[in-house]
Structures are given as structure tokens and as C-alpha cells.
């Protein structure tokens, strides 16, 4: 079976391509059983803001991509243009350089390992996890670890939510004037709650389709929880709103926005949208008094504290190649299997037919000593006739 890795990202495809691409947590499942089913022996697939990627041991990279389309129920020319086909060892490089953040739109960031993690856990539980990809997220997460152990790729406070504070600093005076509300409870969320409570703002808030959810987050902040349906009410009384959801459908419209800009007599909102697909409809960017801004606008500013990172690249390099050598070894050891099963399979049927021999003579009364001299004789030919064969071919 060929090991590939089949997907797009943010250097391949802009937001507005890689939201239609999105696989949901509630699906994943069932597009796995479909993958397993007809297109694939193994297959994970890592879906985030930033990537949408398929690793696959298999033989039918040309389907799966055909199969990707269809799935999201779009015609293949319009996704071919910004796709990528890894195969064998670019797979398996790509795949180690993702998992030390060396692929991600913020260098070093390490949120992408706990995705691939989470990646593989979901094969698994699917039944679409074999020992190829096993292996290869295994080796992927130890090849992260000795990179952020060894080299200062981790270094110095790069991330998308340390751009959502920089770029709010910008457009308010001071944030310890202004109201915050966080959309969503998860991993980024939390992360991006943590930098601008740093700030001190006046006042903080999380709304979540879970209120206990909600309500253990906001605890941490000293803020409140309020319940997402409420929005359409109290979207006016915040000055920043930060939303990363796992929704399907935006949760924010241009009209609720709209409204919300009427109650604060058009005094300006910030809105980062941290969510693929987007939380807040891109409307919402023609409206005067907003400025709203995506995952992909914020990769612009994050460039800051990036060079103490990108010294550490080559290092990063060197340790990746060392350990995608060892890999690239272990996936050729485990293609010499079958063969040597069937070496071992062809040496046993001669050892028996020769030992039935050499009984049925011993049985007819020949000398024992014969027998056993044309057993030995006729033995060593037969293992070694195969053998002698192939390395008389490269001679000639």
C-alpha cells in the first residue's frame, strides 16, 4: 500500500476555500467509514482553521481527490487548482514539519499537535487508523516533542491571539475601557481570553450554546455567561468580540451587526473571527464602523516576534530529516515482509518434499548415508537456485 497525504491550506487556499472544505466533528466519522469503505486501506484526516489535509495508505490519490470534492459538494476543477499530493516520504516529511508548527501560518504555534492528536484518536475510534498511519502520527508526535525539547522554535509570545490584542490596540486608546465577549468556550477561545484579560478590559463576557460551559470559562476571567441566543439583545453593549465556534452557519449576520451599530450610535465595534467556516458573515466588513477581521488578516501582523523562531528552522530541518530517514527505513523493512514470508513459505515446501523423499529411500533399504548426502545435495540447490538466479540477472 502507498502512503500519501492529499489536502490544501492557507498557503494553497485562501479562508474563502478552505470554510467550504471544513470536516465537522459530528461528520468525521462518516466521511472516515467512507474513505475505508472504497477509497483507502487507512486513512485520518487533520481539519482546522488552516488546513484541511487526508492521510491516507492507499492507492487511488486521483479519487480521493475527486471523492473530496463531491463530499463537500463541489465540482473537482473548482478545488484541484489549490491542491497538494504528497507522496511517500514528502507525506511523511509533511506530516512531521506539521506537527512541529513548522507548516502553520504562525510559526512554531503548538496547537496543530493536539489537532493531529486528536486527528489520529478520531482514526482510530473510526477503525480507519492501521499500523502505517499509526506509526506515522506516533512518530510525528515524538519528531515535535525532540524539535520544541532541542530548539527554540516555541519561543518568544507569537499567536493569533496576541495579534487580536495588538490589532484592538490600535483602534481603542486604551483597552481597559472597553467591554470584550467572547463567542464559543473552546481551546481558542480560552487562549485568546487569556491575552486580553491581560489588558484588564472593563468588563468581559462569554457566550456559549452551552451556559455551563460558558459560565466555568468566564469564572476564570471574573466575567459572566450569557446564553448565544440572547446575542441579538446584548451584542451592543461590547466594544470587541472575538467568536471561534464550531458552527456550520454564521452566527452573526450583517442585519443583528447592523442593529447593534444603531444601539451604540455607530461608536466603532472590533470583531475578530477566529472560526473556519466563519462565525461572522463577511458582510460585515462593508459596514462603516466595524472593522472585522479573520484568521487570515490576522497572519499579516503576526511576523513581530518571528525571528528568534525562524532561527531555529534549520535546526528544527535537521532533526525532521534524521527522523523521516528512520521512518522511510522502517516502511521499507515492512515491504520486504511478504517477501521474506514467502522465502521462508518456499524453503519449508522444499524441506518437506526432500525429507518425503529421503524417507520413501530410507524405507526401500538404501544406504543411510547416501540418503542423507543426496538430501543435503538436493536441499542446498533448491534453496539457493532462487537466489543464484536473481543475482546472475544484474551480472548480465
Known amino acids: 500500500m502507498a502512503l500519501y497525504t492529499l489536502g490544501l491550506n492557507h498557503q494553497t487556499a485562501p479562508l474563502a476555500v ?12 462518516e466521511a472516515l467509514d ?29 479519487a480521493l481527490a475527486q471523492w473530496l470534492a463531491q463530499y463537500h459538494r463541489l465540482q473537482p476543477d473548482e478545488l484541484q487548482r489549490y491542491l497538494y499530493t504528497l507522496p511517500r516520504e514528502q507525506a511523511v516529511r509533511h506530516a512531521f514539519r506539521v506537527a512541529s508548527g513548522l507548516d502553520s501560518m504562525v510559526l512554531g504555534e503548538p496547537q496543530i499537535l493536539g489537532q493531529m492528536k486528536e486527528a489520529a484518536r478520531a482514526a482510530e475510534s473510526a477503525g ?19 524539535v520544541r525539547s532541542n530548539t527554540c522554535i516555541g519561543a518568544a509570545s507569537v499567536s493569533m491571539a496576541a495579534a487580536a490584542v495588538k490589532l484592538a490596540a490600535r483602534i481603542f486608546p486604551s483597552l ?17 481570553a487569556t491575552h486580553f484579560a491581560a489588558q484588564a478590559p472593563a468588563r468581559i463576557a462569554v457566550a456559549n450554546r452551552t451556559l455551563e460551559r460558558g459560565e466555568r470559562l468566564a469564572s476564570r ?29 454564521p452566527i452573526l449576520g450583517k442585519g443583528l451587526v447592523e442593529r447593534a451599530l444603531r444601539s451604540r450610535r455607530h461608536r466603532p465595534m472590533f470583531m475578530v473571527d477566529l472560526a473556519v467556516p466563519r462565525d461572522i458573515e463577511p458582510e460585515v466588513a462593508e459596514l462603516d464602523d466595524v472593522f472585522l477581521y479573520t484568521v487570515d488578516d490576522l497572519a499579516q501582523i503576526v511576523c513581530a516576534n518571528l525571528d528568534e523562531r ?45 525429507l518425503e523423499r529421503a524417507l520413501r529411500l530410507l524405507e526401500r533399504g538404501e544406504p543411510p548415508a547416501k540418503v542423507m548426502e543426496a538430501l543435503s545435495r538436493s536441499l542446498t540447490n533448491k534453496l539457493l537456485h532462487a537466489p543464484t538466479e536473481a543475482l546472475k540477472k544484474p551480472a548480465k
Open 176 to 192: 481597559k475601557d472597553q467591554s470584550v465577549l467572547f463567542i464559543g468556550a473552546g481551546e481558542m477561545i480560552e487562549l485568546t
Open 128 to 146: 480507519t487508523l492501521g499500523t502505517v498511519l499509526h506509526k506515522l502520527f506516533q512518530r510525528s508526535f515524538a519528531v515535535a516533542k525532540e
Open 221 to 249: 476571567f471574573n466575567g459572566q455567561a450569557i446564553e448565544l441566543r440572547s446575542l441579538a439583545e446584548q451584542l451592543h453593549e461590547y466594544d470587541i468580540v472575538v467568536s471561534s465556534t464550531a458552527s456550520s452557519l
Open 34 to 62: 467512507e474513505l475505508k469503505r472504497g477509497l483507502a486501506h487507512e486513512a485520518a484526516i487533520l481539519s482546522t482553521c488552516n488546513r484541511t489535509e487526508l492521510y491516507v495508505s492507499g492507492e487511488q490519490p486521483a
Open 310 to 354: 525562524r532561527a531555529a528552522v534549520d535546526q528544527a530541518e535537521v532533526i525532521i530529516e534524521t527522523q523521516v530517514g528512520q521512518f522511510m527505513r522502517w516502511m521499507e523493512a515492512r515491504a520486504s515482509v511478504p517477501l521474506i514470508r514467502a522465502l521462508r513459505d518456499q524453503a519449508e515446501e522444499a524441506r518437506r518434499q526432500e
Open 18 to 29: 478552505r470554510e467550504r472544505v471544513v470536516f465537522h466533528v459530528e461528520r468525521l466519522r
